[in-house]
């Protein structure tokens, strides 16, 4: 045990650790000693099927929920033992909208401001700043509630990274949108990533975008890593002219708990999703 938490002690450009980590749920192995790592500056995906553990991982990395067993360290301090240096250092965009959309972009940007600790002095440059990255100035007065989509989830990315934290996890920033919105949100991403230079962990259902613009990619059936490489790696497993579509169906598609059917919670959340994006 000793030496499994050495081992979560990341080296100089592993920004994330993970080593054999697990949820248990009951008798459910949500996630199933699971092991990655990631370089700062990457843009890192996680793929798979519904119920295949990426919400839960991402939980348990942001320090939302312990995990059962196992290690992790983000940015340098680890999860369980060091829970707020963690806090400090990251951002956070949950799967389910969370900006207020009875408060303007502007407002919604200086509570998180407020609450993410960016000092008073620097809260209104920062705000500035981020609403101009995320192509937002233009829309900033309005009624988030009457945000497009797109507009919304580049608004609650800009929320999550006004204490320029150095590391950005984001469970499914595209869901729902459609593809000119969702190359929006990642055209904005990656000038975030210039800007700042911060590591990302994303979420996705959508095979392309994974595929576009992540440098790495781990697929994941059943709380374990079924594959893990860059998109061309993952792509090359399966044959020269395979997409990683092809290589998803392939590498995961069998191995999948077969929970493909959207339950009763995921639909009423979508349908949530697209009440407030509508
Ligand atoms: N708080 C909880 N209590 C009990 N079971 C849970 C809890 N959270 C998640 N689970 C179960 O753990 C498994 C993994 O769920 P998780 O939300 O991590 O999947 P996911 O990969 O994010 O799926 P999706 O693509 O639908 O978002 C599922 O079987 C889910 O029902
Ligand atoms: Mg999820």
């Known amino acids: 045990m000793a030496a499994l938490q050495?081992?979560?002690?990341?080296?100089?450009?592993?920004?994330?650790?993970?080593?054999d980590i697990s949820k248990r749920f009951g008798r459910l192995a949500a996630v199933d000693r699971l092991s990655?790592?990631?370089?700062?500056?990457?843009?890192?995906?996680?793929?798979?099927?519904?119920g295949a553990g990426k919400s839960t991982l991402a939980k348990m990395l942001t320090t939302l929920m312990p995990p059962s067993s196992g290690s992790a360290s983000v940015a340098g301090y680890d999860i369980v033992r060091q829970p707020r240096d963690v806090r400090r250092r990251i951002g956070y965009v949950p799967q389910t909208l969370s900006a207020d959309g009875a408060l303007s972009g502007v407002e919604n940007m200086m509570l998180s401001a407020?609450?993410?600790?960016?000092?008073?002095?620097?809260?209104?440059?920062?705000?500035?700043?981020?609403?101009?990255?995320?192509?937002?100035?233009?829309?900033?007065?309005r009624l988030a509630g009457k945000y497009s989509g797109g507009l919304l989830r580049r608004l609650e990315i800009g929320q999550s990274v006004l204490h320029r934290p150095a590391v950005l996890f984001m469970?499914?920033?595209?869901?729902?949108?459609?593809?000119?919105?969702?190359?929006?949100?990642w055209t904005h991403l990656l000038g975030l990533?210039?800007?700042?230079?911060?590591?990302?962990?994303?979420?996705?259902?959508?095979?392309?975008?994974a595929e576009e613009y992540c440098d790495r990619i781990?697929?994941?059936?059943?709380?374990?890593?079924?594959?893990?490489?860059?998109?061309?790696?993952?792509?090359a497993k399966i044959g020269a002219d395979a997409t990683l579509e092809d290589a998803f169906e392939r590498l995961v598609g069998a191995k999948s708990?077969?929970?493909f059917e959207i339950g009763y919670d995921r639909a009423?959340?979508?349908?949530?999703?697209s009440q407030q994006h509508g």
């Open 36 to 50: 990655l790592s990631i370089k700062a500056g990457e843009i890192f995906g996680l793929i798979g099927p519904n």
């Open 171 to 185: 469970d499914e920033p595209t869901v729902g949108l459609d593809p000119s919105a969702r190359r929006s949100v």
């Open 114 to 141: 407020g609450l993410y600790g960016v000092p008073l002095s620097q809260q209104k440059r920062r705000v500035g700043e981020i609403l101009a990255t995320m192509g937002l100035l233009d829309v900033a007065g």
């Open 268 to 273: 009423g959340e979508d349908r949530r999703a």
């Open 218 to 235: 781990a697929m994941i059936a059943n709380g374990r890593i079924a594959a893990m490489g860059t998109p061309a790696e993952l792509k």
């Open 257 to 259: 708990r077969g929970e």
């Open 193 to 209: 990533r210039r800007a700042y230079g911060a590591t990302m962990l994303v979420t996705t259902h959508y095979m392309e975008e």
């Open 6 to 19: 050495q081992n979560a002690q990341a080296t100089a450009d592993e920004v994330v650790r993970v080593v």
